[in-house]
């Protein structure tokens, strides 16, 4: 049987969909690769003091750390995907295959590459961070912002993800099993091609994002048989496990945020700076309309705003409540993960799990 894609020429596809990135000299380019890689040491340590976690082995080798430009990180992703969907068990019966697959996969990561900062891609064993420089410069320019200190901030968001999976190594199998009921052979067939979205996977840090989730309720066209949105496509039982993965994804990016922000003034002097001009580049984002807008929407942008903003909310109100080490009980194991509503009701889940 044909596979869904044909990985080989998403790779050099993927590579040649990315938009130029900003114009610089030689020397601007080598400046931001070294401050990044220089940065990843040093966010690595903060976020061990901020968030008082530790790995579950302290013996597991390092994760990966790389420095790239925008064709290396499509490239990187069509890889994790094709790891991703081998590890979940995609139907090769799903959707497109061969070469309209890596066609569809090159165009969606083309258009991703220039607005993702960094990822953690927990997938491949060790685990891989990946940050963006020409994405980097491009951001940190428009927002006019110190770079020395914008680019230990990106780099703090991604170490807190290697963090989190380091700690709670059993979520990379706990998200396989979510991902796996969502790609059910029992569940309904997509009746569009299926594709990477900037919400699932390896689970990018996006630049650009904004706008809502899309409503629960079936819309006409649905019931005419032209779906609108993921959850025409699921049956009760995957809009369950939708939640689920939602839920953790809001844990996971709300963590993050908040953590790049608790480093403080002591250790990036313009912080507060930074995080006020970057919700303003986001909100901005969102309220572009038509084409643009559509087009986050599918990619799973909008679905990504919400998840950094909710879970942030979740993680500050935990943390008032019982304290930074209270809330580090929600890596011990999949029953402490919150559900949508505790996110949405950080007092539900204090209760439920200090009683």
């Known amino acids: 049987m044909q596979p869904a894609v044909d990985w080989d020429l998403a790779a050099r596809l ?6 130029s990135g900003p114009a610089a000299t030689r020397a601007e380019r080598a400046a931001v690769v070294a401050d990044l890689r220089a940065a ?6 903060h976020v061990a003091r901020i968030t008082r976690m530790a790995p579950a082995d302290p013996a597991a080798p390092a994760h990966d750390v790389r420095v790239v430009d925008r064709a290396s990180w499509a490239r990187a992703n069509v890889r994790a995907l094709q790891g991703l969907t081998a590890r979940v068990g995609v139907p090769a019966d799903r959707g497109v295959r ?46 006019g912002v110190d770079t020395a200190d914008f680019r230990l901030w990106v780099t703090l968001h991604e170490q807190t993800h290697a963090q989190q999976f380091a700690s709670a190594p059993w979520l990379v199998d706990h998200l396989t099993e979510r991902l796996r009921v969502l790609l059910a052979e029992e569940g309904p067939r997509p009746r569009r091609p299926w594709g990477p979205r900037a919400d699932a996977g390896s689970g990018g840090d996006v630049a650009r994002d904004g706008g809502g989730p899309a409503p629960d309720e079936a819309a006409p066209g649905a019931r005419a048989g032209r779906p609108r949105s993921l959850l025409d496509l699921l049956d009760p039982r995957q809009r369950v496990v939708l939640d689920e993965v939602g839920a953790v994804m ?6 993050a945020d908040v953590t790049m922000d608790a480093v403080g003034r002591s250790v990036v ?18 309220g572009t309309g038509g084409m643009r807008r559509a087009l986050r929407a599918a990619l799973g942008m909008d679905v990504k705003l919400a998840q950094y903003r909710e879970g942030a909310a979740f993680v500050r109100a935990v943390r008032r409540r019982v304290g930074t080490d209270g809330l580090n009980a929600v890596w011990a194991s999949a029953g402490a993960l919150p559900t949508a509503a505790e996110i949405a009701d950080p007092a539900a889940w204090v209760r439920r799990v200090h009683g």
């Open 14 to 19: 993927a590579a040649r969909a990315v938009r």
């Open 269 to 286: 002097p313009s912080v507060r700076r930074i995080r006020r001009r970057f919700e303003a580049r986001r909100d901005g984002a969102a």
């Open 98 to 143: 061969g070469t309209a697959g890596a066609g569809q996969v090159a165009a969606v990561l083309g258009l991703l590459s220039g607005a993702v900062l960094g990822q953690y891609d927990p997938w491949g064993g060790r685990g891989t961070l990946l940050l963006v420089a020409p994405n980097v410069l491009a951001v940190e320019r428009s927002l």
């Open 40 to 45: 990843a040491p040093v966010a690595a340590e």
């Open 250 to 255: 809001a844990l996971l990016e709300g963590h």
